[in-house]
């Protein structure tokens, strides 16, 4: 481990070390604490070592990122999405690497990946076409008395703490509309993900001027800092609950603006009205075990109706059956192991309670390499029945290859039984009736219903997305995101 004092500038990064995630502020990278990054697939395997940011680190990505608004606040919106522009083409030409990287430090397989990485560049794209929105203020009212305008102005420094389950993508949820708006940004990486992001953020701070983009990796110092720093007037926070609600308290401090995207437990509903064909069986697998089930809106229980549920669990568990479990990048693999250690033990204790409560626990797909299964965080794909709807397993967001199944026998039941949740992230209702499915859909307490599909790709960048209750505050994509990062201002000329 380097015990260089913090501040101290290191110029280039040391050879032995083929991937780092370092502490980057004002172009310069920073002296720190290292820790390695390994393979979740090949515990044996170390593929880098993430630096281990300090409260003094954002201190200083926070006075570079000070430094630099003012400059970059005051280009027009058009020039600021032309630099972004820019920079979305930079991130592109470097991304053919970057996905083999998320999946050895992530876990997840090829094409997962790939749609993670390609965020970044989507959703500047995205982002930069918003630019006439903040161009001009627009005329709130204008008549003999006077003119009163309204526009939207920056925040000032932006802080965007990211987890680590689609840690490209998610970042540049926050990173992208900030930048826009003409904040600037210091950006915190998990520690559990942290390399691709930070090649990543290399590659956009290189493409702007100095200090609008700091990058401070690490654990939850380095995050709490960010959400309680005087300096800082935006947190764009994306995890769990428990973590968000101490960014919330530590936010209150300089009465902060905060956009809060928080855990879920996702149901999805098969009405009467459904017909259980492989489409349905097929995209229910997909929701819930893409990412190994790590995906903050995975299908994390399934409740059918009782004319379906025999036929949905005998199609539901062969189906499961024939994923494979192994390294997400042998192209055979269509499902890669958990994270991290915690997750993976949180997941095997929550299967050993569920099973010793009574409950029918079905451990299905195929191990790909069986005898280097235990070098991995592998878990096979789980289907439970016969499980009450108050059981642990039915109501915590489980973020692992698991799924309980429960019957229902009328639509309140099922709204019912949805709407029991801390969480209100997303759900999906599955009908060959859409207005019965959208009686259904409006009845719920989320931020988004799906209508038969819910999983990636069926959410759009443009289409707002957030949590009820405990799944957060605020929604991110589309200009609601653009206007969360900014302040109201109106201009009264009484003439
Ligand atoms: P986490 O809350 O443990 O960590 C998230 C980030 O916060 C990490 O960068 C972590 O280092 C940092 N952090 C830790 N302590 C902090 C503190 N005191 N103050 C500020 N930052 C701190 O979450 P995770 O395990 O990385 O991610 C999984 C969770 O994220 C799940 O609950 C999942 O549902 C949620 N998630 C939500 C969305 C969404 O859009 N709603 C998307 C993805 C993930």
Known sequence: ME?????????????????EAAVLVAGQRLASDFQPVVNPARLSEVIGRVALGTAEHVDQAVAAAAAAFPAWSQLSPHERAARLGDAAAAITAAAGPLAELLTREQGKVLWESRVDVGGAAHILGYYTGLADRLAEDEVFRSDARGTIWSGRRPMGVTGVIVPWNSPVYLAFLGIAPALLAGNTVVVKPSELAPLTLSAVLRVLADALPEGVVGVVPGGGEAGAAIAAHHGIRKVFFTGSTATGQQVMRAAAGNLKNISLELGG??????????????????ELVQSVFTASGQICFNVKRIYVHRSHHDEFVERYTAAVDRLVVGDGLDPRSTMGPVNNRPQFERVKGLLERTRAAGATVTTLGRRLDPDTWDDGYFLQPTVVTDVEPGAELVTCEQFGPVVPVLPFDTDDEAVALANDSEFGLAASVWSQDREHALRVAR???CG??????????ASDVSMPFGGFKGSGIGRGHGITALEACTELQTIADHV
């Open 3 to 19: 015990q260089t004092p913090a501040g101290t500038v290191l110029t280039a990064p040391d050879d032995a070390v083929p991937h």
């Open 265 to 282: 437990n996702d149901p999805a509903i098969v009405l009467e009205s459904a017909v259980v064909d492989d489409r349905l069986v097929d």
């Open 443 to 445: 009845r719920l307490e």
């Open 448 to 457: 988004s219903v799906f209508l038969n599909v819910h999983r990636i790709g």
